[in-house]
């Protein structure tokens, strides 16, 4: 336990290392603790941005569905309508022809059903002649009887 | 040849105790500027280097990126240091927290010697001395640099200058004079030489206990391994000296694992008095 000069060197030992320290090993890791603190704390700034843009794109995610799902409900309500106009439509050209198929083949039935009866008119004509030949025994002249026959004729 | 016989107890404690220095035997009188203790130089010196060369390493790798885990301890001390001078000295710190950090790192390692074997480097030392052709039993080595009074009152006589600079650069010559004489007890001509009277005390008292505190914890560390040493040595075939040695390895390990906590706490206490004694400069009464 003596005092001697080891006290002064160890005082300059001591001021050096503190001179060496505040030049060489304080700086540089202050500057890196306070780079890493500005990087952590904008990390932060951006996470918290990405937080709220996410909502944000989660919002205009339910509005652009509810949007989709509405227009989607204009566009099958006015196919349906469309549709319907469509059966109706075909029904009534349907039911159209139908009426306009009936109709010629009734005109057809009609024109058909007197010529048969101007036919019929012709043989019962002929019929008549004949049996009138059969029953007078002679013949009758057609051409000289024409006009009767014609008359007859139209009497039936 | 003086020490043929194995030496006693307290002639083991003495050599242990003595420290090498530029005369080459014991210093007689209590104080002698003229000699240096050369171990103690030597230890301070080789361990305030690699300690500002770890620090400085760090710092040249320092990224703001994702540190590693040596940088990441670094930064926890720095860190750990900035927050306390901080919170203590209100002013440019610009050379205060560094110097706290060379204060904690440097007395820690200086204080950590204490956990080396007490006998390891006294002996190589003595084997050295020996193969070099002098007396092993005058070769003297103490590795504990903090155990040396002059190296701790060096130390906290730093401090008390770069108070007094702080002072004088705070708050002007003037004012610091001004203050010496009206601090504590207020201004007033009668009161002068009583102010002045408790500011010398109080300089002189911070200095010598800041020193005084950190010598005598670790010398009296270095003394108990010493003597727990001692029981070990006892070894000699008998069931009671088998004792002492058992009783000397649990001590040594008890012992040791309380020093870890001693060896920080006072490292940390020096740093954190060097804090308040300086901040105390940054004040005005």
Known sequence: MNLNATLFAQLVVFLILAWFTMKFVWPPIMKALDERAGKIADGLAAAD???????????????????????????????????????????NEGAAIVKAAREVAEGE?????????????DQVATLAVAGAERILRKEINAQAHAALLTQLKSEL | MAAEHAPNASE???????????????????????????????????????????????????????PGRFQAAVEILVE???????????????????????????????????????DLLPRLWGGVYAAAGHDPAHAYMRVVPTADLNATLGLSLGVLLLCLYYN?????????????????????????????AMQMVEFV?????????????????????????????AWAGSASSAMLWVGGVIAGTAWAIFHILIITLQAFIFMMLTLVYIGQAHEAH
């Not at chain 2, 209590?30 to 760090?58: E, K, N, P, Q």
């Not at chain 2, 002013?91 to 060379?102: C, E, H, N, Q």
């Not at chain 2, 601090?183 to 009583?194: E, K, Q, R, T, V």
Request: charged share 15%; net charge positive; glycine share 6%.
């Open chain 2, 168 to 196: 004088v650069k705070i708050k002007g010559f003037g004012g610091w004079v001004h203050e010496l004489f009206t601090a504590p007890f207020g201004s007033h001509p009668l009161l002068y030489p009583i102010n002045f």
């Open chain 1, 49 to 91: 941005k990405a937080r709220a843009d996410l909502a944000h794109a989660g919002q205009k995610a339910i509005e652009e569905m509810r949007k989709a799902r509405e227009s989607a409900t204009v566009a099958r309500t006015a196919a349906e309508a469309q549709v319907a106009k469509l059966i109706e439509d075909a029904r």
């Open chain 2, 80 to 118: 750990m240091v900035e927050s306390q001078s901080k919170s203590i000295v209100h002013g440019d710190r610009s050379f205060v927290a560094p110097l706290a950090l060379t204060v904690f790192v440097w007395i820690f390692l200086m204080n950590a010697m204490d956990l080396l074997p007490v």
């Open chain 2, 205 to 233: 008292a911070k200095t010598v206990s800041h020193g005084m505190r950190l010598f005598g914890n670790m010398y009296a560390g270095e003394l108990i391994f010493m003597l727990i040493a001692l029981m070990g040595a």
């Open chain 1, 109 to 121: 039935a009609a024109v058909a059903s007197q010529r048969a009866r101007e036919a019929l008119r």
């Open chain 2, 12 to 66: 083991y404690i003495i050599h242990h105790l003595t420290h090498l220095n530029s005369l080459g035997h014991k210093q007689a009188a209590l104080v002698d500027w003229s000699v240096f203790h050369l171990d103690t130089l030597f230890w301070s010196i080789s361990l305030g280097m690699l300690a500002v060369l770890i620090l400085a390493r760090a710092a040249a790798k320092a990224t703001s990126g994702v």
